[in-house]
């Protein structure tokens, strides 16, 4: 089994700062991409930011110069570093990954539970 486990969420005031992590566990041979998503009420899941193994990362133009991602390869775990945050940032934030759990075999995506960010204006 492989589970993703978020945290770090919480309550902050506008232009405040906050910092999630997701650390991937279980039999886990590699992962490729790595990335968080977040979902507000009555919207879309939507993509934040995505971190490649190599390092590329690719964000949202809504998060760009604000948030940061960044991972941990030996220990599985990707970071969102969330700075000057606003009010529209409310949502419940998801991590996502792409794991191979079997050499030589496919990789599959896996979802974590979420976790809240409210931002208070």
Do not use: H
């Not at 964000?59 to 991602?69: C, L, M, P, S």
Request: glycine share 12%.
């Amino acid at each position: 089994q492989v589970q993703l486990v978020e945290s770090g969420g919480g309550l902050v005031q506008a232009g405040g700062s906050l910092r999630l992590s997701c650390a991937a566990s279980g039999k886990i041979i590699s992962i490729s991409e790595m990335g968080w998503y977040r979902q507000a009420p009555g919207k879309e899941r939507e993509l934040v930011a995505r971190i490649i193994s190599g390092g590329n990362t690719n964000y949202a133009d809504f998060v760009k110069g604000r948030f940061t991602i960044s991972r941990d390869n030996a220990k599985n775990t990707v970071f969102l570093q969330m700075n000057s945050l606003e009010p529209e940032d409310t949502a419940v934030y998801y991590c996502r990954a792409d794991i191979q759990r079997v050499s030589w075999g496919p990789t599959y995506n896996y979802w974590g539970q979420g976790t809240q960010v409210t931002v208070s204006a």
